[in-house]
């Protein structure tokens, strides 16, 4: 917005700013196409079709009408039908600025189950929308998070990267909120980074005054109770008098606890504006009436505004305002009421999304380097625009966090799952081009459960695996085979070392073959195995020592053998009748039972422990790892007893960790935690479990002087510690008890056969001095977000048998976060410095890539840097400047980095020209 | 609607009219300014203002689209508060048949508990508006009571004289329903009058397909939740195909049980459009997809449409219809499901409804009669608009009915009270021009509890008397009093026969002045009252000896004191769940309890009964009248034992009635009922109470070849004839259940002191040959319509002490209907012949009247002859002719009555010009 295009205020009065908007979940109770269509209004009445509609419509009536829009998905749904009139008056509106795009990503995503690299991801397909169809009027100013249930600090960091001039939401811990409204605290500068250089990641947020609903008795939805104006003094119920008097209490309270004359009302809720007319006739009509008090000596004006236009009033303001630096976890809105059983719920669902990231990412570098015929290729019309919608759409806050209804869990899933099946011919297609073999090409997807038919029953096959990381992989590989030898050689003809060992899962595959593997950077290479003996003359022996690994013992170190325990959930009490459901995690004592205080152990090249019929846990040690494997497989959790349950695992060691632990930010930056303890406020801890969890997306860590003990995870989870010394995962949830915030059903996903669902997750525990830790986390972290691809092909091995898309791999303190095709000749490049400035002695610090020299088949002809977003030139990116209060100031030295100039822990994002295709090598 | 304005239909192909409508109830759950409004959204989503925004924008978006509207007393509301840029855009609409004006009472009356003379009040304002407001093109051509609870024949005979072309309605018995689709009679030629000349009260009328809703499956409205068409093949759920077969299939089984190529479907429901989008968007895509079939071969043609074009293609096949000369009563949707108990329920509100309409008679007499003066005058500014509405809205399907809320019906009687509160002023007003006399005048409401303050505390005092009768009434005036003696004149001075007797009911006053009055006809006289002593030595004796008759024996004619009983009200039971409520009649038991075979008997110059302490009933036989008169007392009804009741007076005699019995439609023509019986089907009686019950609202007889019981009420109530000789009356009703109908509300009415409400009233017995019964029920029941209005002035009396409208009585077979005025210098005249074409010897005769001679003090300068609603010139009166496949065809002969021809049992509309004034004498 530019300032001609907001409203006019009276600078001596208190200006009210309403700001029509209407919270759009993509999917929750119901899925993104029902939502989007109205389609089974019997779970809940919403039809983002009719939305959209009748606010344009209403727009046009008063060009003092303002309405937000926030969510990409559903408006790009509906751009589609539109025909080209109702394509120009939108355009108008929104170069006018009565339709404002705020936020506009996809989605609205969620903050505690995200990964960083999917939510830059589902943000530029929503603003590259936008950007595509709008330009620089389309472009969002302002983020907007209203609903998440908490908020991550790299969430904010993104938002300053992605030039956002302000954030607003609307949820935080009912104890901080109060504080800040009585500090005045509601509006903030949020320095959203340690490593970042101030103010590169400093972002002004504000606290919305009800969440983001409109206030008390002012809702006038048609999926609200409150009374119209009713104005006709010829008729009942004439109210007018009365409805001023109380929207001027509320404004004049309201201003109270804000810094300005400039106050904000959130007018509008979830799925609201689908009859805008109701809302804007009775706004209409309030604005009318209350600022017809200004003759009767009244100083509240009432205005039309949206987010932008308030922010920049506050702007005008030039005040101070005071510095943030922690985060919004966890979120509580009442004594027993804490919002941090969502870390974990669905933990399926969450380990799926994950994976499928790291197969669009692949699936994204393979549409770079394989050129046009990946496309269309010797496999049909394969293409990632599906799979990015569907990750996208997995992004918001009701889908990864576990929060939605069950059938739109699946609808997710099988969002995902079709978007990887036309990444998937893209892929064959790919490497197709690459390897110069047009043999079909399967994809194992049930790996985990020891599922792949062809290597069932294959006598020969190759398996190539992708490695989409910028460095040189090693990798174990564990195949379902029903022969007992076989022999397995590399790309060179190089035989390798590997076993069979007797497959514990059921299914068809009575062995397993397990091989090391190690893959190029953004490449590939291919084994070929053979079988050697088809039957047994007897069951295969271990060939391999065991490692017993339950007790790991150092100088001056023990960790124990993990413990699996579960807390019983509650189902309310007579403190409180808040139950642990999808959102809230509340157990019905504070001490977890454990499952079976002695495991039955089986040792073959792994520890095997049997804690109960519905909880396993497998610990391996691999060859050359310093790295320990705890592979979980948990469920159907038993409920027969009436008690919903959440399984743990714990970690105990003698490091003196004295209440502190460590959760990663989205997956990126580390935060510190303390047990009963928050950084802002003088916490009153009142569930002294589930206060204490905090969501991780990639690893935790407690340490003391000498030892740290850090868990690299596979998926988002709640973490805790609540001993000295101990770190807990939350692993699987099964509850019995709605928690009563809008799901109403309860958290107890169905398994294969009408039982509960049965998960299976890893762990990788790692024990290093403090000093070191980062050296390992950090790269093995990337690992697990992406992992090799394996695909197989039934015969012999491919022409070009390997692959690397980099001249070389690229220094270990940089990530390569993006490779993805832009448009027929650029590419999306966004490298990644991955420690933050004071974590490693060895790679926290400045590096610098030469991208002439980066690909190997590519040629670069020409090179832009962007905002984060990528719907920006980094060069045209100015964002509004706050002073904070406190800390430094560093308002004067704007960052305007080059993309050639080094900076630690930055995201390097460009566009570059000449891709799209494999040069001649 | 002329033939341009209906959309172009297809030949050759089934012609599917889609009818966009929405029902809105003149107020039910939520009061009608509630529901205009949107008010008490938390009852019932539903705002009126909403609907009609609404369909204005969505119809001005596609000019193939078609809106119909039907109650006046809502879009009045809406239009007063549009701007004259939506007048223009509304008016257009109408004058382009895009939105439709249909029915256009004020509301849609209910069909059984309404009198005829405030039915026609109530749709004359409602024409009166749209013809005001856009002419001929406002002008209602189809009558449409989609929801009323069962058809009455005299409805169906009023809209015939209003001009309309035909009627549609949604209920009827379910097994007439199943007979009628089988035979193809949904459609028929309704002679409603066995008097009228055909076709004067012959009315094509149809039988919607399904009720009112749209077929299942295919309700798009914000408040249903059938799936939208869902095109766009890229999201889930994609249904065209799927919707597209089965409205076919629906289309084609429709047409089997109608006869012609075109077939209606109603899309929409209650308060349905409040966001119009939803509805035209969904079915935009249906009429488009569906009619892309004909390519395929497919003949079934989708159109917007109305009724009056559905209609104008029905006429144009030019077949026969069958003949209906019976009614729609009683209406049952399922066996044990009979809407019967609605005749009854609320019997206060019906009675307050119809002392409000004699009240609003008056009203508009007296400002005929007093001229200007009457709106301003020494009392202020006076007027009859508020009380004309009020009454308009009390004759609502939910209002006089009994079947709204509690609060609701509050509503209605705070309505009614407001309305006589503004024609009370003009009363005042009037009877000061009148009288000559200033002296503040007091009306006494309560009377019929002997409540008077008034009487009660006064030494001498005048009461006016006024008649809005065509004739000579006598009445018998019972007043509270304090005193034991007093002197009653007359205006002339003569001194007149009272009595002073106990008062019985509970209040100030110890005693009862009682003394019969006389009031010339459209006129008044004053009585002088004077205390001669005010404290008796002993209490009065009773003056007058006792007419004991409990039993009353004639040559050949026994009836026996009238029993009080009850029937308890079923909850529910193992045949059907179906309970007793506002709407529903469902006895647990078909034998009524006897409330007690032995009352207490008391004689003063009466029988007073005590049946219970919560029953009571007063026989009196009145001086020179032939007529008995029963005054039943009811409540608290006890419910303590967890049965709700429904209280009935019986009256046996040994008539031979062999189980046929009469009741009255609408208080006007008289319908033949038999016991188990259907004049049109072959009935399965599965209720044998509830499914015997038809409604009255002025009388019901039983009969034999020589003597006839006839019942007056004062109030419409339900009533049977369930043994030979018997007729049974409800008189109230308590319930503790809901009959599931919508009310959500057990009808259980709270009293004075939050006890069950107590209800009084009368009943008039008589006992004729039946060739004369009409000659005295007529005149007795009009008695009972327009009862003298009574009003007391504190000392002597006025100037001019009586005074008569007429020069003279009008015949015994005219009846004053109408004086109202209608503009400064026009008045509105009914004049009604009154009896039945052969009920009376006597008076079943044509009769003239000569308007020059009618008015005793408004000189007539010219006359002229309207439709029945006032809203057409009678010569202009068209009506579409039909053809009936049995019965006389007497299509040729077009009723063009002019207002000099005499004629039997018709109504005679006039406006003449002139009056507005009292003429100098």
Chains 1, 2 share one sequence.
């Not at 174990?476 to 590399?490: A, E, I, K, W």
């Not at 801890?685 to 596979?714: C, H, L, W």
Request: with cysteine; glycine share 6%.
């Amino acid at each position: 917005v530019d300032k001609t295009s907001c409203p006019a205020t009276k600078p001596k009065m208190l200006n009210v700013h309403l700001v029509p908007h209407t919270h759009d979940d993509v999917g929750w109770l119901k899925t993104v196409d029902q939502y989007y269509y109205g389609g089974r209004n019997d779970i809940q009445h919403a039809g983002v079709q009719y939305i959209l509609d009748s606010v344009v419509a209403a727009l046009q009536k008063d060009p003092a009408r303002r309405f937000i829009y926030v969510e990409t998905a559903f408006f790009y749904r509906w751009w589609k039908q539109q025909n080209p009139s109702t394509r120009r008056v939108v355009t108008q509106l929104v170069e006018q600025g009565r339709l404002e795009f705020i936020n506009g990503g996809w989605c609205m995503s969620d903050e505690a189950t995200t990964h960083y690299s999917a939510v830059i991801d589902q943000m530029t397909l929503g603003l590259r929308f936008l950007n595509d169809t709008f330009g620089e009027c389309g472009r969002p100013r302002v983020a907007w998070h209203i609903d998440p249930f908490g908020h991550a600090r790299e969430h904010a960091s993104l938002f300053a990267q992605m030039g956002f001039d302000g954030f607003f939401f609307g949820r935080l811990d009912y104890q901080d909120k109060a504080r800040r409204m009585k500090a005045r605290e509601m509006e903030m500068v949020w320095r959203a980074s340690q490593s970042l250089k101030p103010p590169a990641a400093d972002l002004f947020t504000g606290v919305l005054p009800n969440g983001y609903n409109p206030p008390p008795g002012f809702c006038w939805d048609q999926s609200c109770s409150d009374a119209p104006v009713q104005d006709d003094p010829d008729l009942d119920d004439y109210n007018v008098d009365m409805l001023v008097a109380t929207f001027l209490n509320i404004a004049s309270a309201q201003a109270q606890v804000y810094k300005t004359n400039h106050i904000v009302m959130t007018m509008g809720s979830d799925f609201q504006y689908e009859n805008a007319n109701l809302w804007y006739k009775n706004m209409d009509k309030l604005i009318r009436y209350v600022n017809a008090q200004q003759a009767n000596g009244s100083v509240v004006n009432v205005l039309y505004s949206t987010p932008s236009c308030y922010l920049q009033e506050l702007h005008l303001a030039n005040l101070t305002w005071p510095l943030k630096t922690d985060d919004f976890f966890p979120y509580a809105d009442d004594a027993h009421d804490f919002w941090t059983g969502y870390f974990t719920s669905r933990p399926a669902l969450k380990r799926y999304e994950r994976l499928s990231n790291s197969l669009l990412q692949t699936c994204n570098q393979l549409e770079v380097l394989g050129g046009a015929k990946s496309r269309s290729g010797p496999f049909g019309e394969g293409h990632s625009d599906t799979m990015k919608r569907a990750m996208a759409v997995a992004q918001h806050h009701d889908a990864v966090s576990g929060t939605e209804r069950q059938h739109v869990a699946y609808d997710y899933a099988k969002r995902l799952a079709t978007g990887w099946a036309h990444c998937q011919v893209l892929v064959r297609n790919s490497l197709a081009v690459l390897s110069g073999s047009d043999v079909p090409r399967v994809f194992c997807e049930n790996l985990n459960i020891s599922v792949c038919p062809l290597t069932e029953g294959s006598k020969k096959f190759s398996m190539n695996v992708y490695n989409p990381l910028a460095r040189v992989v090693t990798w174990s590989v564990r195949l379902p085979v029903n022969g007992t030898s076989y022999s397995v050689t590399d790309s060179n003809g190089k035989e390798m070392d590997s076993q069979v060992s007797v497959c514990v899962d059921r299914g068809y595959a009575k062995y397993e073959l397990v091989f090391e593997v190690q893959a190029p950077p953004m490449g590939y290479t291919t084994y070929s195995v053979t079988l050697l003996k088809a039957h047994p003359a007897r069951a295969p022996t271990t060939p391999k020592p065991v490692y017993f690994v339950c007790v790991v013992e150092g100088s001056s170190f023990i960790a124990k053998c993990p413990l699996c325990g579960r807390y019983n959930a509650s189902g309310g009490d007579a403190e409180s009748r808040q139950a642990s459901g999808a959102y809230i995690f509340r157990p019905n004592s504070s001490t977890p039972i454990s499952i079976n205080q002695n495991p039955n152990i089986s040792t073959l090249q792994e520890v095997r422990q049997q804690f109960s019929p519905w909880v396993s846990q497998v610990v391996r040690l691999y060859n050359g790892s310093r790295e320990l494997e705890l592979e979980w497989t948990v469920g159907p959790v038993p409920v027969a007893d009436g008690l919903g349950k959440e399984v743990i695992t714990r970690l105990d060691s003698n490091i003196s960790s004295a209440g502190y632990f460590y959760t990663d930010s989205n997956g990126r930056e580390v935060m510190e935690r303390r047990k009963d303890y928050r950084p802002t406020w003088d916490l009153k801890q009142t569930e002294p479990i589930a206060g204490n969890y905090y969501p991780i997306n990639s690893r935790a860590f407690i340490k003391d002087g000498r030892n740290q003990m850090t868990v690299v995870t596979d998926r988002s989870q709640g973490v805790s510690s609540i001993y000295n010394g101990s770190l807990e995962i939350m692993l699987h949830r099964r509850l019995l008890h709605d928690d009563v915030r809008g799901v109403e059903e309860p958290l107890s996903e169905p398994g294969e056969f009408a039982d509960g669902l049965v998960v299976r997750g890893r762990l990788l525990v790692m024990l290093t001095p403090p000093e070191t830790a980062a050296d390992m986390h950090r790269p093995l972290a990337q690992g697990m977000v992406l992992q090799p691809m394996l695909s197989f092909q039934e015969g012999g091995s491919s022409r070009l048998s390997q692959f690397s898309g980099l001249q070389a791999a690229l220094p270990p303190a940089v990530h390569l976060l993006t490779v993805s095709q832009w448009s027929n000749d650029s590419v999306l490049l966004r490298l990644e410095h991955q420690y933050e400035s004071s974590e490693s002695k060895t790679y926290s610090l400045p590096v610098t890539v030469n991208l002439q020299k980066l690909f190997s088949t590519l040629e670069i002809v020409g090179v832009s840097e962007m905002s984060l977003g990528a719907n920006q030139w980094k060069e045209d990116m100015k964002r509004l400047q706050w002073k904070p209060s406190t800390g430094t100031n560093t308002h004067a030295a704007r960052q305007t980095a080059a993309f050639h100039r080094p900076c630690t822990f930055c995201i390097l994002n460009v566009f570059f020209w000449g891709g799209g295709g494999l040069s001649s090598r």
